[in-house]
């Protein structure tokens, strides 16, 4: 992709929502105080408006979305990337309707709802995203501010 022209925004808009559609796994950055700054890779599920994690609420992750509620993520690699800045609001597995849980463990190939009440979901809205190849996309890159896409549209 070196060298290719840089993607207007709906040809970068509409490349961020297949990725997240078909991507399964992202990085999520999240923070505390006492713990710092904390990367791992979660699995995912996009539902055309929030990114639905799982993780152990004993986990820094799950500890860190529960206190700050805050995330940054991040898909594909580095000459690639769609980057998401959100807030998270945790859904317990009992809370999270059997049609939505059964979507997230066929996409994603992993149950949380197995874990009981050790594991929360996390339903994340994205306020930020953007998105870049090389250097000549940099300018352009934010795709959504405050939670919207900047194409007009909702979703």
Do not use: H
């Amino acid at each position: 992709m070196k060298d290719a022209p840089p993607r207007g925004r709906a040809e970068r808009i509409r490349d961020t929502r297949a990725k997240l559609e078909e991507e399964i796994d992202l990085w999520v950055s999240t923070s505390s105080p006492s713990a710092g700054p904390y990367l791992v890779p979660l699995s995912f599920m996009w539902d055309g408006e929030t990114l639905l994690l799982a993780t152990s609420r004993a986990s820094v992750t799950g500890r860190n979305l529960l206190t700050d509620g805050r995330a940054r993520m991040s898909l594909g690699g580095t000459r690639d990337v769609v980057v998401i800045d959100g807030t998270a609001d945790p859904v317990e597995n009992t809370e999270m309707p059997s049609e939505i849980g059964d979507a997230f463990a066929d996409k994603c190939g992993f149950e949380p709802r197995d874990n009981g009440a050790s594991y929360l979901y996390f339903r994340v809205r994205p306020q930020r995203i953007q998105a870049w190849r090389e250097v000549n996309e940099v300018e352009g890159r934010d795709l959504m501010l405050d939670g919207r896409w900047l194409d007009g549209r909702s979703t």
